[in-house]
């Protein structure tokens, strides 16, 4: 394991520590707009480990995954914002 797999791991590894840390708040949040907010940066989360990892490990097809997970996240965050205003 070279020094830029160990760098790219070690992110990943405080990012998913941050998840963790998010956790709480997802569960217990004062409005469902906040909840809404700190899903949306989970989601921002797991595609920065996804492209994390697949730079350390030498992956296109882990890209690929994470940039369809980000247009997927994407679209239920417009999604829930359009159903929190009442617009469905």
């Not at 790219?8 to 990012?15: K, P, Q, R, S």
């Not at 989360?45 to 994390?52: A, Y």
């Not at 350390?56 to 965050?77: C, E, P, R």
């Amino acid at each position: 394991m070279n020094l830029s797999q160990c760098f790219f791991m070690g992110t990943a590894f405080i990012m998913g520590v941050l998840m963790v840390v998010l956790m709480p708040r997802l569960l217990s949040g004062p409005s469902t707009a906040d909840r809404l907010v700190v899903l949306d940066t989970i989601n921002t989360f797991v595609s920065g480990i996804m492209l994390l990892l697949g730079a350390a490990y030498d992956s296109v097809v882990m890209v690929d995954v994470a940039i369809v997970y980000m247009t997927l996240s994407f679209v239920s965050g417009l999604y829930f914002a359009r159903h929190l205003e009442g617009g469905m």
